[in-house]
């Protein structure tokens, strides 16, 4: 599926909630707009690689880039190559619900590696996700490896996330009172030598350390000095982090070259 002017394949299953949508094994590169898109129940995804998309440049924080869905039931993204895609790699955009993205390698998007934005229970988890967000000076979420935006009941383990702009990054903005950034646990990941781990508040209530848990996270830092985590609106310290309560059993190192 290749040099499409929009996506290069798209999935729809509104209708019957008991069957499966299945993509599996093909190359899905150099598509005008995306690789692949989507909505509906049960869309399994496995064993494709998706690469170079967007080569016609539309907006990444539209609708670009490697793959995005919309209100699916029991998305599955399983085994994937995604590299290289001019936008986000891979983007759970509204109200997709039981959700989980594994075992895949995401490198080198220009923008975010996986999204999960205004969505609701999703596991994200056994993915390498490498030197994301790199392209753009200006990024939303700080060009995370892992960025959840407006989501709940959201777990992050036991990724391998390297070279990344940002690190794990929750996002909170006014997106409305049914999407609020609650029930998530990052824990067991490794972050080498990314940006910056924790949450952010832009609007909406503030974000409490009951909505949010970060255990036994490893860490290697850029830098011993500059702050590697962020709180609501501050920046913070490995001590200051742990303050909190995060990471207090993690493993944290610095040496990035």
Same mark, same amino acid.
């Given at each position: 599926? &290749?040099?499409? =002017?929009?996506?290069?394949?798209?999935?729809?299953?509104?209708?019957?909630?008991?069957?499966?949508?299945?993509?599996?094994?093909?190359?899905?590169?150099?598509?005008?707009?995306? @690789?692949?898109?989507?909505?509906?129940?049960?869309?399994?995804?496995?064993?494709?690689?998706?690469? /170079?998309?967007?080569? *016609?440049?539309?907006?990444?924080?539209?609708?670009?880039?490697?793959?995005?869905?919309?209100? &699916?039931?029991?998305?599955?993204?399983? @085994?994937?190559? +995604?590299?290289?895609?001019?936008?986000?790699? #891979?983007?759970?955009?509204?109200?997709?619900?039981? &959700?989980?993205?594994?075992?895949?390698?995401?490198?080198?998007?220009?923008?975010?590696?996986?999204?999960?934005?205004?969505? *609701?229970?999703?596991? +994200?988890?056994?993915?390498?996700?490498?030197?994301?967000? #790199? #392209?753009?000076?200006?990024?939303?979420?700080?060009?995370?490896?892992?960025? +959840?935006?407006?989501?709940?009941?959201?777990?992050?383990?036991?990724? #391998?996330?390297?070279?990344?702009?940002?690190?794990?990054?929750?996002?909170?903005?006014?997106?409305?009172?049914? /999407?609020?950034?609650?029930?998530?646990?990052?824990?067991?990941?490794?972050?080498?030598? =990314?940006?910056?781990?924790? *949450?952010?508040? +832009?609007?909406?209530?503030?974000?409490?350390?009951? *909505?949010? /848990?970060?255990?036994?996270?490893?860490?290697?830092?850029?830098?011993?000095?500059?702050? =590697?985590?962020?709180?609501?609106?501050?920046?913070?310290?490995?001590?200051?982090?742990?303050?909190?309560?995060?990471?207090?059993?993690?493993?944290?190192? &610095?040496?990035?070259?």
């Amino acid at each position: 599926m &290749t040099q499409n =002017s929009g996506a290069g394949i798209c999935a729809f299953n509104m209708r019957f909630p008991n069957r499966r949508v299945r993509i599996l094994r093909n190359r899905i590169d150099h598509n005008g707009q995306l @690789g692949l898109c989507g909505h509906g129940f049960g869309i399994m995804v496995r064993g494709n690689q998706i690469d /170079h998309n967007n080569t *016609a440049h539309f907006s990444p924080n539209w609708e670009a880039g490697g793959a995005k869905w919309v209100h &699916t039931y029991g998305l599955r993204v399983r @085994g994937n190559l +995604i590299e290289h895609n001019f936008g986000h790699g #891979l983007w759970m955009d509204i109200e997709n619900h039981d &959700t989980v993205i594994s075992r895949n390698k995401v490198s080198n998007n220009a923008l975010t590696g996986i999204v999960e934005e205004i969505s *609701a229970d999703a596991t +994200i988890r056994r993915n390498v996700v490498l030197r994301n967000g #790199l #392209l753009s000076a200006k990024l939303h979420g700080f060009g995370a490896g892992i960025f +959840i935006s407006n989501s709940s009941s959201v777990v992050v383990r036991h990724n #391998l996330l390297r070279g990344n702009r940002g690190g794990i990054v929750a996002w909170q903005r006014d997106r409305g009172p049914t /999407h609020m950034v609650k029930n998530i646990l990052v824990k067991s990941n490794s972050v080498v030598c =990314s940006g910056k781990v924790g *949450a952010v508040h +832009i609007a909406g209530p503030r974000l409490t350390t009951r *909505a949010l /848990h970060f255990i036994g996270n490893d860490h290697v830092l850029i830098s011993d000095r500059a702050p =590697s985590f962020t709180w609501n609106t501050h920046y913070l310290g490995l001590r200051g982090w742990r303050r909190l309560g995060f990471d207090r059993t993690g493993i944290t190192a &610095t040496g990035c070259r």
